[in-house]
């Protein structure tokens, strides 16, 4: 069975940082484009960063571009981002995505293939 298991979220202040994590199992990594999207309540779930699967180029959100990095590490399964200089605008859940396999992107959520539970970010003005 296919599990993403996102951590890392919490509350911090504008301006700061945090890093998610995801740790991937029951598919196989490599094949997948592996990314994150958020959700504001009430308000659809939008993509925010994606590694491709076919050479791990980065993809990222105009409203994040410069602010958030998206990595894995294979070896661990594990896909993270990084976001530094968050604003509150930035408060949301954000879940770990798996699309593919082979896929180029992370396309939009109706082509989601798994979905994690989702880690709660909240920043403070």
């Known amino acids: 069975e296919a599990q993403l298991v996102e951590s890392g979220g919490g509350l911090v202040q504008a301006g700061g940082s945090l890093t998610l994590s995801c740790v991937a199992s029951g598919f196989t990594f490599d094949d997948y484009a592996i990314g994150w999207f958020r959700q504001v309540a009430g308000k659809e779930r939008e993509g925010v960063s994606c590694?491709?699967?076919?050479?791990?180029?980065?993809d990222y959100a105009d409203a994040v571009k410069g602010r958030f990095t998206i990595s894995s590490d294979s070896a661990k399964n594990t896909v993270y981002l990084q976001m530094n200089n968050l604003k509150p605008e930035d408060t949301a859940t954000y879940y770990c995505?798996?699309?593919?396999?082979?896929?180029?992107?992370?396309?939009?959520?109706?082509?989601?293939?798994?979905w994690g539970k989702g880690t709660l970010v909240t920043v403070s003005t």
């Open positions: 590694l491709s699967a076919i050479d791990r180029d980065t």
């Open positions: 995505v798996a699309v593919g396999p082979y896929a180029r992107d992370c396309h939009g959520a109706n082509d989601v293939d798994y």
